[in-house]
Protein backbone atom coordinates (compact mmCIF):
# COMPACT_ATOMS: atom_id res chain seq x y z
CA UNK A 1 0.00 0.00 0.00
CA UNK A 2 1.19 3.82 -0.90
CA UNK A 3 2.41 6.14 1.86
CA UNK A 4 0.04 8.14 2.76
CA UNK A 5 1.68 11.74 3.43
CA UNK A 6 0.08 13.92 6.29
CA UNK A 7 1.01 16.91 7.86
CA UNK A 8 1.30 18.49 11.33
CA UNK A 9 -0.13 22.25 11.82
CA UNK A 10 1.31 23.44 14.65
CA UNK A 11 4.66 21.49 15.99
CA UNK A 12 5.24 23.75 19.33
CA UNK A 13 2.68 21.99 21.63
CA UNK A 14 3.27 18.70 23.65
CA UNK A 15 -0.29 17.31 21.87
CA UNK A 16 1.96 17.93 18.29
CA UNK A 17 5.17 16.22 19.70
CA UNK A 18 3.47 12.93 20.19
CA UNK A 19 1.51 12.74 17.08
CA UNK A 20 4.86 13.24 15.62
CA UNK A 21 6.35 10.77 17.84
CA UNK A 22 3.87 8.32 17.12
CA UNK A 23 3.47 8.85 13.23
CA UNK A 24 7.09 8.55 13.46
CA UNK A 25 7.05 4.76 13.41
CA UNK A 26 3.49 3.79 11.86
CA UNK A 27 3.73 1.94 9.11
CA UNK A 28 1.65 3.44 6.30
CA UNK A 29 1.53 7.32 7.39
CA UNK A 30 4.74 9.38 6.55
CA UNK A 31 4.73 13.03 8.16
CA UNK A 32 5.66 15.27 4.97
CA UNK A 33 4.95 18.44 6.31
CA UNK A 34 5.31 19.89 9.70
CA UNK A 35 4.17 23.81 10.04
CA UNK A 36 5.75 26.30 12.90
CA UNK A 37 5.85 29.90 11.51
CA UNK A 38 8.43 30.46 14.87
CA UNK A 39 10.63 27.30 14.12
CA UNK A 40 10.30 27.43 10.33
CA UNK A 41 13.39 27.00 8.30
CA UNK A 42 14.65 24.36 10.71
CA UNK A 43 14.91 20.53 11.03
CA UNK A 44 11.80 18.84 12.87
CA UNK A 45 14.77 16.83 14.73
CA UNK A 46 16.25 20.03 15.77
CA UNK A 47 12.86 20.87 17.67
CA UNK A 48 12.49 17.33 18.58
CA UNK A 49 15.59 15.95 19.59
CA UNK A 50 13.84 12.58 19.91
CA UNK A 51 13.40 12.56 15.88
CA UNK A 52 17.55 12.37 15.18
CA UNK A 53 17.94 9.41 13.08
CA UNK A 54 14.87 8.71 11.92
CA UNK A 55 12.88 9.99 9.08
CA UNK A 56 10.76 12.15 9.94
CA UNK A 57 13.57 14.47 11.54
CA UNK A 58 14.59 15.50 8.18
CA UNK A 59 11.50 17.62 7.35
CA UNK A 60 12.15 20.88 7.32
CA UNK A 61 9.38 23.29 8.83
CA UNK A 62 7.60 25.70 7.09
CA UNK A 63 4.94 28.07 7.90
CA UNK A 64 1.65 26.80 6.99
CA UNK A 65 -0.12 27.21 3.41
CA UNK A 66 -2.62 25.30 2.36
CA UNK A 67 -1.18 25.16 -1.03
CA UNK A 68 1.77 23.66 0.47
CA UNK A 69 -1.06 21.24 2.05
CA UNK A 70 -2.40 20.28 -1.15
CA UNK A 71 1.25 19.32 -3.19
CA UNK A 72 2.31 17.40 -0.15
CA UNK A 73 -0.72 15.89 2.30
CA UNK A 74 -3.65 13.43 1.97
CA UNK A 75 -4.44 14.71 5.56
CA UNK A 76 -3.45 17.44 7.66
CA UNK A 77 -3.51 17.34 11.87
CA UNK A 78 -4.13 20.93 13.15
CA UNK A 79 -2.61 21.10 16.51
CA UNK A 80 -3.64 24.42 16.51
CA UNK A 81 -5.44 26.93 19.77
CA UNK A 82 -9.63 27.43 19.60
CA UNK A 83 -10.30 30.15 17.11
CA UNK A 84 -7.15 28.77 14.53
CA UNK A 85 -8.40 25.82 13.21
CA UNK A 86 -11.91 27.45 12.36
CA UNK A 87 -9.91 29.55 9.97
CA UNK A 88 -7.55 26.92 8.50
CA UNK A 89 -9.99 24.02 8.20
CA UNK A 90 -11.99 25.71 5.46
CA UNK A 91 -9.16 26.15 3.47
CA UNK A 92 -7.94 22.63 3.28
CA UNK A 93 -11.31 21.28 2.96
CA UNK A 94 -11.71 23.34 -0.37
CA UNK A 95 -8.42 21.62 -1.47
CA UNK A 96 -10.14 18.23 -0.79
CA UNK A 97 -7.83 17.19 1.97
CA UNK A 98 -8.90 15.56 5.23
CA UNK A 99 -8.59 17.68 8.40
CA UNK A 100 -8.43 16.55 11.95
CA UNK A 101 -8.93 19.65 14.56
CA UNK A 102 -7.20 19.01 17.86
CA UNK A 103 -9.19 21.85 19.29
CA UNK A 104 -12.49 22.39 20.38
CA UNK A 105 -13.28 24.29 17.04
CA UNK A 106 -16.21 21.64 15.48
CA UNK A 107 -16.42 19.92 18.76
CA UNK A 108 -19.71 21.58 19.96
CA UNK A 109 -22.54 21.15 17.36
CA UNK A 110 -24.82 24.55 18.92
CA UNK A 111 -23.11 27.72 17.90
CA UNK A 112 -24.31 29.89 20.35
CA UNK A 113 -22.74 27.52 23.08
CA UNK A 114 -19.66 27.12 21.69
CA UNK A 115 -19.62 31.28 20.98
CA UNK A 116 -20.76 31.42 24.70
CA UNK A 117 -18.47 29.21 26.50
CA UNK A 118 -14.82 30.51 24.20
CA UNK A 119 -16.03 33.50 23.89
CA UNK A 120 -15.37 33.51 19.95
CA UNK A 121 -17.39 33.85 17.20
CA UNK A 122 -17.47 30.79 14.93
CA UNK A 123 -16.77 32.17 11.80
CA UNK A 124 -17.29 28.14 10.21
CA UNK A 125 -20.26 27.62 11.75
CA UNK A 126 -21.52 25.77 8.20
CA UNK A 127 -19.28 22.92 8.86
CA UNK A 128 -20.69 22.06 12.20
CA UNK A 129 -23.17 19.70 10.57
CA UNK A 130 -20.67 17.55 8.79
CA UNK A 131 -17.84 17.46 11.85
CA UNK A 132 -17.85 14.24 13.26
CA UNK A 133 -17.18 13.55 16.88
CA UNK A 134 -13.68 11.24 17.01
CA UNK A 135 -14.44 8.98 19.91
CA UNK A 136 -13.94 6.00 17.96
CA UNK A 137 -15.25 3.41 19.88
CA UNK A 138 -18.83 5.39 19.42
CA UNK A 139 -18.64 6.93 16.57
CA UNK A 140 -16.09 4.70 13.60
CA UNK A 141 -18.27 4.42 10.98
CA UNK A 142 -18.96 8.19 10.68
CA UNK A 143 -15.73 8.87 11.26
CA UNK A 144 -14.94 6.73 8.20
CA UNK A 145 -16.82 8.78 6.14
CA UNK A 146 -15.98 12.26 7.52
CA UNK A 147 -13.61 14.53 5.72
CA UNK A 148 -13.99 16.98 9.07
CA UNK A 149 -12.94 15.30 12.77
CA UNK A 150 -13.42 16.89 15.71
CA UNK A 151 -11.06 15.47 18.25
CA UNK A 152 -12.43 15.01 21.53
CA UNK A 153 -11.13 16.84 24.62
CA UNK A 154 -9.02 14.69 26.32
CA UNK A 155 -10.90 14.82 29.83
CA UNK A 156 -14.08 14.42 28.11
CA UNK A 157 -12.79 11.40 26.46
CA UNK A 158 -12.45 9.46 29.96
CA UNK A 159 -15.72 10.39 30.95
CA UNK A 160 -17.43 9.53 27.82
CA UNK A 161 -16.11 6.20 27.44
CA UNK A 162 -16.30 5.37 31.47
CA UNK A 163 -20.38 6.16 31.29
CA UNK A 164 -21.37 4.88 28.09
CA UNK A 165 -22.07 1.83 29.16
CA UNK A 166 -23.96 2.51 32.05
CA UNK A 167 -26.38 4.93 29.97
CA UNK A 168 -26.58 1.98 27.38
CA UNK A 169 -28.08 -0.16 29.59
CA UNK A 170 -29.93 2.04 31.41
CA UNK A 171 -28.64 1.97 34.63
CA UNK A 172 -28.01 5.04 36.06
CA UNK A 173 -30.07 8.53 36.65
CA UNK A 174 -29.12 11.42 34.04
CA UNK A 175 -29.33 13.73 36.68
CA UNK A 176 -27.57 14.32 39.70
CA UNK A 177 -24.09 13.16 37.98
CA UNK A 178 -20.26 14.25 39.89
CA UNK A 179 -17.07 13.91 38.16
CA UNK A 180 -13.86 14.90 39.62
CA UNK A 181 -11.12 14.68 36.95
CA UNK A 182 -7.33 14.87 37.43
CA UNK A 183 -4.86 15.17 35.21
CA UNK A 184 -1.20 15.67 34.86
CA UNK A 185 -0.07 18.79 34.10
CA UNK A 186 1.21 18.05 30.58
CA UNK A 187 -3.04 18.96 29.73
CA UNK A 188 -2.32 22.43 30.67
CA UNK A 189 -0.57 22.70 27.24
CA UNK A 190 3.25 23.71 27.20
CA UNK A 191 3.10 27.87 26.68
CA UNK A 192 5.12 28.80 30.06
CA UNK A 193 2.23 30.26 32.37
CA UNK A 194 2.77 30.58 36.34
CA UNK A 195 0.49 28.44 37.50
CA UNK A 196 1.67 25.46 35.82
CA UNK A 197 5.84 26.15 36.29
CA UNK A 198 7.69 23.21 37.86
CA UNK A 199 7.86 24.89 41.42
CA UNK A 200 4.42 25.52 41.77
CA UNK A 201 2.96 21.92 40.51
CA UNK A 202 5.62 20.19 42.34
CA UNK A 203 4.24 19.20 45.72
CA UNK A 204 1.15 20.72 45.45
CA UNK A 205 -2.72 19.82 44.15
CA UNK A 206 -5.59 22.16 43.61
CA UNK A 207 -8.61 22.63 41.79
CA UNK A 208 -9.14 24.74 39.08
CA UNK A 209 -11.92 26.10 35.79
CA UNK A 210 -14.28 25.83 38.36
CA UNK A 211 -17.34 26.63 37.92
CA UNK A 212 -16.85 26.67 34.10
CA UNK A 213 -14.64 24.47 32.77
CA UNK A 214 -14.63 24.69 28.88
CA UNK A 215 -14.72 20.98 28.74
CA UNK A 216 -18.37 20.88 30.62
CA UNK A 217 -20.56 21.77 27.53
CA UNK A 218 -18.82 18.70 25.23
CA UNK A 219 -19.38 16.62 28.24
CA UNK A 220 -22.85 17.27 28.62
CA UNK A 221 -23.22 17.06 24.51
CA UNK A 222 -21.80 13.77 23.79
CA UNK A 223 -23.71 12.22 27.34
CA UNK A 224 -26.93 13.81 25.93
CA UNK A 225 -26.44 11.72 22.94
CA UNK A 226 -25.94 8.34 24.71
CA UNK A 227 -28.92 9.26 27.21
CA UNK A 228 -30.84 10.29 24.99
CA UNK A 229 -32.29 12.71 26.87
CA UNK A 230 -30.52 15.94 27.89
CA UNK A 231 -28.18 15.43 30.81
CA UNK A 232 -26.05 17.90 33.75
CA UNK A 233 -23.14 17.53 35.44
CA UNK A 234 -21.16 18.55 37.60
CA UNK A 235 -17.30 18.43 36.79
CA UNK A 236 -14.91 19.54 38.41
CA UNK A 237 -11.13 19.40 37.24
CA UNK A 238 -7.59 19.01 39.53
CA UNK A 239 -4.34 19.36 38.66
CA UNK A 240 -1.76 16.60 39.46
CA UNK A 241 1.58 16.98 40.40
CA UNK A 242 2.91 14.80 37.32
CA UNK A 243 3.31 14.94 33.89
CA UNK A 244 1.07 12.53 32.10
CA UNK A 245 -2.38 11.16 33.32
CA UNK A 246 -5.95 11.65 33.55
CA UNK A 247 -8.00 9.65 36.39
CA UNK A 248 -11.86 10.58 36.70
CA UNK A 249 -13.73 9.70 39.47
CA UNK A 250 -17.41 9.83 38.58
CA UNK A 251 -20.04 9.57 40.96
CA UNK A 252 -23.23 8.26 39.81
CA UNK A 253 -27.25 7.68 40.63
CA UNK A 254 -28.71 3.86 40.30
CA UNK A 255 -31.94 3.45 39.02
CA UNK A 256 -32.81 0.38 40.59
CA UNK A 257 -31.02 -2.15 43.15
CA UNK A 258 -28.59 -3.94 40.94
CA UNK A 259 -25.32 -5.62 42.50
CA UNK A 260 -21.39 -5.10 41.57
CA UNK A 261 -21.40 -8.42 39.77
CA UNK A 262 -24.22 -7.89 37.21
CA UNK A 263 -22.74 -4.29 36.51
CA UNK A 264 -19.43 -5.91 35.93
CA UNK A 265 -20.69 -7.92 33.40
CA UNK A 266 -22.62 -5.35 31.30
CA UNK A 267 -19.76 -3.57 31.17
CA UNK A 268 -17.34 -6.16 30.08
CA UNK A 269 -19.81 -6.83 27.43
CA UNK A 270 -20.61 -3.58 26.35
CA UNK A 271 -16.63 -3.55 25.28
CA UNK A 272 -15.89 -6.91 24.82
CA UNK A 273 -15.16 -6.32 21.14
CA UNK A 274 -13.16 -2.60 22.02
CA UNK A 275 -8.91 -2.98 22.17
CA UNK A 276 -8.77 -0.49 23.84
CA UNK A 277 -11.00 -0.39 26.75
CA UNK A 278 -10.48 -2.51 29.51
CA UNK A 279 -12.43 -3.47 32.48
CA UNK A 280 -10.60 -4.01 35.58
CA UNK A 281 -11.58 -6.87 37.56
CA UNK A 282 -13.89 -6.46 40.64
CA UNK A 283 -12.06 -5.54 43.27
CA UNK A 284 -9.26 -3.68 41.74
CA UNK A 285 -8.94 -0.10 40.60
CA UNK A 286 -7.30 1.60 37.53
CA UNK A 287 -3.64 3.87 37.75
CA UNK A 288 -2.52 6.70 35.69
CA UNK A 289 0.96 4.59 35.44
CA UNK A 290 -0.99 1.51 33.95
CA UNK A 291 -2.37 3.15 30.85
CA UNK A 292 1.13 5.78 30.34
CA UNK A 293 1.76 6.54 26.66
CA UNK A 294 -0.71 3.95 25.47
CA UNK A 295 -4.21 4.15 23.82
CA UNK A 296 -5.80 2.02 26.82
CA UNK A 297 -8.91 3.65 28.68
CA UNK A 298 -8.97 1.24 31.93
CA UNK A 299 -12.55 1.55 33.73
CA UNK A 300 -13.26 0.13 37.45
CA UNK A 301 -16.62 -0.07 39.32
CA UNK A 302 -17.96 0.05 42.56
CA UNK A 303 -21.25 0.24 44.01
CA UNK A 304 -21.87 1.76 47.08
CA UNK A 305 -24.67 0.16 48.74
CA UNK A 306 -25.34 3.21 51.34
CA UNK A 307 -25.76 6.12 48.80
CA UNK A 308 -27.18 3.48 45.90
CA UNK A 309 -24.16 4.99 43.85
CA UNK A 310 -22.52 3.47 41.06
CA UNK A 311 -18.61 4.93 40.87
CA UNK A 312 -16.87 4.75 38.31
CA UNK A 313 -13.08 5.37 37.43
CA UNK A 314 -11.79 6.09 34.51
CA UNK A 315 -7.95 6.83 33.65
CA UNK A 316 -6.04 7.52 30.00
CA UNK A 317 -2.84 9.08 29.33
CA UNK A 318 -3.86 12.63 28.18
CA UNK A 319 -1.80 13.34 25.46
CA UNK A 320 -1.87 9.67 23.98
CA UNK A 321 -5.60 8.61 24.48
CA UNK A 322 -6.41 11.76 25.27
CA UNK A 323 -5.35 13.78 22.26
CA UNK A 324 -2.41 12.73 19.83
CA UNK A 325 -3.24 8.96 19.82
CA UNK A 326 -6.70 9.57 19.59
CA UNK A 327 -6.11 11.65 16.62
CA UNK A 328 -3.96 9.14 14.45
CA UNK A 329 -6.46 6.48 15.41
CA UNK A 330 -9.19 9.00 14.06
CA UNK A 331 -6.91 9.27 10.75
CA UNK A 332 -6.38 5.31 10.49
CA UNK A 333 -10.27 5.09 9.79
CA UNK A 334 -10.58 7.96 7.68
CA UNK A 335 -7.54 6.84 5.24
CA UNK A 336 -9.21 2.91 5.45
CA UNK A 337 -6.68 1.33 8.25
CA UNK A 338 -7.45 -0.62 10.92
CA UNK A 339 -7.91 1.91 13.42
CA UNK A 340 -5.33 -0.20 15.50
CA UNK A 341 -2.24 0.60 13.01
CA UNK A 342 0.44 2.00 14.65
CA UNK A 343 -1.17 1.85 18.00
CA UNK A 344 -0.24 -1.35 19.57
CA UNK A 345 2.18 -0.19 22.18
CA UNK A 346 2.26 -1.01 25.87
CA UNK A 347 2.16 1.51 28.15
CA UNK A 348 5.33 3.21 29.64
CA UNK A 349 6.04 2.31 32.94
Known amino acids: MAKINVGLVGITGYAGMELARLVAYHPQMHLNMACSRA ?14 GVPAGDVTITSYSPEEAKDRCDLVF ?21 VIDFSADFRLKDQSVYEEWYNLPHTASDLLPEAVYGLPEIYADQIKAAKLIANPGCYPTSIILGLK ?93 IDLETIHKLFTATWANCPWIRIMPMGKLPE ?8 FCDIGLVVDKRTQRLIIISTIDNLCRGAAGQALANANLQMG ?3 TTGLTQAPLL
Do not use: W
Open 288 to 295: TRFVRGSM
Open 337 to 339: LDV
Open 39 to 52: EAGRKLSEYYPFLQ
Open 165 to 257: AAFQHDLIQSSDIIIDSKSGATGAGRKPNLPTIFSEVCDNFRAYGLPRHRHTPEIEQELGFLAQKSVTVQFTPHLLPTNRGILSTIYTKLKQD
Open 78 to 98: LAVPAGTAMRMAPELLSRNLR
